[in-house]
């Protein structure tokens, strides 16, 4: 994928370290309750148990501990919405990092407590113009703390999803940023003014080549809530599972986005 030419949208800073650490919170106060049993449970994730799952949550945030181990780059040569597009180049280290560490961590709470604490220093030492080594290139921590909410919701979901009646909660500004990375990048991907994709209440986006609408009622709309946008974006439903189940409404022959997901993998 060619790096992103549209321009992100802004991100209040305060607003997205708030919401990092309130998911992060949100699944830390879960996985306390988690026995033995639950936390041997199967994930939608290729072999990974609950365990290593949490565990991956928890390398989602220190990955901005490994970043600023690195000598910081000359500049921020890439922008927020390259990321989507570069999160499947190192799938197989991760899994075997995540595998690794699993087994090293038996007290789950006490290794997202130290996370917890250690991630709010490095985010009262370090200005948030500070360029990180990412995975998409030169970065800064408020732009790379966005991307940490796209990797808490999807993995909260995961965690949801894997454990019978558990409910972690979404903290609301996490999954509003979520919703918003992911809908601009469907617009990277397929830019243009044909097809209106909403996602209320967080994101209304134009995208896909053809003719563009410029007032009243879109000819082309696709629309679905913010968990299922995030499911079909991240790999985790197919768009035509979500259609069949009236998870998402298409109107208009250029509305079938389903080529297009997921975005990121």
């Keep these: 994928m060619p790096p992103a030419k549209k321009r992100p949208r802004s991100y209040d800073p305060a607003r997205t370290r708030a919401a990092v650490l309130a998911q992060f919170g949100n699944v830390r106060e879960t996985v306390r309750g988690l026995g033995p049993e639950r ?20 390398m989602a945030l220190t990955a901005i501990h490994r970043a600023l181990a690195l000598p910081e780059p000359p500049k921020a040569d890439a922008v927020l919405l390259d990321w989507p597009f570069a999160t499947a180049a190192n799938s197989a280290a991760i899994d075997e990092f995540t595998r690794n560490l699993a087994a090293e961590q038996p007290d789950l709470d006490a290794y997202l407590g130290d996370i917890d604490q250690s991630l709010r220093a490095l985010l009262d030492e370090y200005p948030g113009s500070r360029i990180l080594r990412t995975s998409a290139g030169g ?7 966005v991307t940490r909410t796209v990797e808490l919701v999807v993995h909260t979901d995961d965690l949801n999803a894997a454990v019978p009646g558990l409910d972690v909660p979404y903290d609301r500004q996490a999954l509003a940023a979520a919703t918003r990375l992911l809908a601009d990048a469907l617009a990277v991907k397929a830019p243009g003014g044909s097809t209106e994709v ?6 209304v986006v134009q995208c896909v080549e053809g003719p563009r609408h410029t007032r009243g009622t879109p000819p082309n709309v696709v629309e679905t809530d913010p968990l299922t946008w995030i499911r079909l974006a991240a790999g985790r439903e197919s768009w035509k599972d979500a259609v069949a189940d009236a998870k998402v409404s298409a109107s208009g022959e250029r509305a079938d986005i389903g080529g297009l997901l997921p975005l990121m993998s």
């Design 39 to 58: 936390l041997a449970l199967p994930t939608r994730l290729g072999e990974w148990t609950v365990r290593e799952l949490v565990v991956h949550i928890g």
């Design 139 to 145: 970065m800064s921590i408020d732009d790379y703390l």
């Design 198 to 203: 909403r996602v209320p209440p967080y994101a």
